[in-house]
């Protein structure tokens, strides 16, 4: 079971707008950068996100039924910055993986026994965009 709705909430309302400016430069972070199914508003979402196989595995540490998860999905692509640098992303792929394999240990272990969040979503690298400036 993934994080609570609750901790997505504060999270979004705090934690999260410190974490956004961290996360394009930061190991391990990255923000999506996705528009809203319904306004059409850009989000910037940030998360876990590890270079995997000619694109990026992300943990969906608050489940697949996240509004940024819907967004991505519905549009079939999105933006990701990581590491100073931003990718246009295609075929977001969620999926469930107990174990969390394709995550470092450290992040394996939280997301199998202290966050609880087996699924994931895939997505391949179409071409990487000018680096982001931060």
């Given at each position: ?43 910037r979402t940030p ?6 196989d000619g694109g ?54 939280m997301l199998r ?22």
């Amino acid at each position: 079971m993934p994080a609570p709705r609750w901790v997505a909430r504060v999270n979004k309302a705090g934690l999260n707008r410190v974490t956004k400016f961290i996360a394009p430069w930061a190991p391990g972070w990255a923000v999506v950068v996705h528009r809203g199914r319904k306004s059409g508003k850009v989000f910037r979402t940030p998360l876990w996100a590890f270079r995997r196989d000619g694109g990026f595995v992300i943990a969906l540490t608050y489940g697949p039924e996240s509004d940024w998860v819907r967004n991505v999905i519905a549009a079939g692509h999105f933006q990701l910055e990581t590491r100073r640098r931003t990718y246009e992303v295609d075929n977001p792929h969620v999926y469930r993986d107990p174990t969390a394999a394709d995550m470092p240990a450290f992040i394996r272990f939280m997301l199998r026994y202290v966050i609880k969040a087996p699924d994931f979503l895939s997505v391949n690298v179409v071409r990487e965009l000018t680096p982001t400036a931060r």
